[in-house]
């Protein structure tokens, strides 16, 4: 082998170069942590849509057997906080919560999802409601939509998929099932 075709290496490296070498490697340090002291948090345009991030620290949720003595359907968040107190709900309203939709805009939902109550109690840590109790009212709702909904996909295996329908305004607002009886007596008479 030629020994021209790789160039020997030799150690007389200038001084001067090697000065400059060695100073320049921590300098990318020392600036990280100068803007660290400056900001450490990024900066976001003003008109940046709020994400929301938390979720619930602990849970328990309990199928309802409610009975002639059942007394309370219902329930909500704490005021400004991510501790949730719910009686005897249906997974429609657990939806409703979650997603900010009314009964009429579900389906495909499993027989079940009616006929069976639940009791739900869930809280989040002290830090988390710290962080809520500065947020306004539409950032709160969004970071309760945001605990329901990972608590309706961990709990309930829930997979969500948007969709557009046209439709008849009257079959939604007065309800699919209530017009669908009516038609049917309509039909016998």
């Known amino acids: 082998m030629n020994d021209y075709a790789f160039p020997k290496l030799t150690f007389g490296i200038n001084p001067l170069l090697a000065a400059a070498i060695l100073a320049a490697l921590p300098l990318p340090a020392c600036l990280a942590q100068v803007g660290a002291a400056q900001s450490s948090t990024p900066s976001l345009p003003a008109n940046a849509p709020y994400v929301a991030t938390m979720t619930f620290d602990v849970t328990s949720i309990h199928e309802s057997r409610p009975g002639p003595e059942m007394h309370f359907v219902g329930g909500s968040f704490a005021a400004h906080s991510g501790n949730l107190t719910l009686e005897n709900v249906d997974l429609f309203w657990l939806l409703s919560i979650g997603y900010g939709v009314?009964?009429?805009?579900?389906?495909?939902?499993?027989?079940?999802?009616?006929?069976?109550?639940?009791?739900?109690?869930?809280?989040?840590?002290?830090?988390a409601n710290e962080k809520m109790a500065t947020l306004d009212n539409d950032q709160v709702k969004l970071e309760q939509q945001h605990m329901m909904q990972a608590l309706l996909a961990?709990?309930?295996?829930?997979?969500?998929?948007?969709?557009?329908?046209?439709?008849?305004?009257?079959?939604?607002?007065?309800?699919?099932?209530?017009?669908?009886g009516q038609e049917e007596r309509a039909a016998d008479s």
């Not at 009314?102 to 830090?127: E, L």
């Open 154 to 180: 961990e709990r309930f295996n829930l997979k969500v998929h948007w969709s557009t329908q046209e439709g008849d305004i009257y079959r939604a607002i007065r309800g699919e099932t209530y017009l669908q």
């Open 102 to 127: 009314d009964y009429h805009q579900i389906s495909g939902q499993p027989d079940w999802a009616g006929r069976t109550t639940f009791n739900v109690q869930a809280k989040s840590d002290a830090a």
